[in-house]
C-alpha cells in the first residue's frame, strides 16, 4: 500500500469528525500545488513534502494536529497558527471539534512553506557551488 493508500485508509478509518477534518486539510494542502508528495512517516502519520518537509497530520483523540516543520519561518497573516510558539522552528495548526478547516488559508500557508524550501534548497546549492 502506498502512502496515499493509507491516508486514505486513516481517514475512512476515523469516523468521527477527526476523519473529515483530517480529509479537508488534506484536501487544501493538496490544492496547494500538483507536486506536492504524500508519505507515510513515523509508525503512522501523514506528511506532506515539496521540495522538503511541509507538514505532518495527525488525529489525536480530542484534536487534529497539523505542525508545519519551517513554521516559524512564514508569514500567518491569517492567523492559522495556534500552538508550538514555543520553539523556533515548528509551527502548529490544532483543530478542535467543530473548528473549520479554512481551506483557502491554509493553501496559502502551504504556498508559503513551499516557497522557503525552495529557497532553502537554492540557498544551499550556492553554499556548495
Known amino acids: 500500500m502506498d502512502a496515499a493508500e493509507r491516508i ?3 481517514i475512512a478509518e ?3 469528525w477527526r476523519g473529515q477534518t483530517l480529509a479537508a486539510v488534506r484536501q487544501a494542502i493538496l ?3 500538483p507536486a506536492i508528495v504524500e508519505e507515510w512517516k513515523w509508525m ?3 506528511v506532506w513534502s515539496r521540495d522538503g518537509m511541509i507538514a505532518v497530520g495527525d488525529a489525536h483523540k480530542t484534536k487534529v494536529k497539523l505542525t508545519f516543520a519551517h513554521g516559524a519561518q512564514l508569514a500567518d497573516p491569517d492567523r492559522l497558527f ?3 510558539f514555543e520553539g ?11 473548528d473549520p478547516v479554512r481551506a483557502e488559508a491554509l493553501t496559502a500557508l502551504v504556498q508559503a512553506a513551499i516557497v522557503h524550501n525552495q ?3 537554492k540557498k ?3 553554499k556548495t557551488s
Open 124 to 126: 544551499n546549492a550556492k
Open 8 to 10: 486514505d485508509q486513516l
Open 14 to 16: 476515523t469516523t468521527d
Open 88 to 98: 523556533n522552528a515548528r509551527r502548529i495548526i490544532d483543530y478542535f471539534e467543530g
Open 44 to 46: 503512522g502519520s501523514p
Open 119 to 121: 529557497t532553502k534548497l
Open 31 to 33: 490544492a496547494a500545488d
Open 82 to 84: 495556534n500552538a508550538g
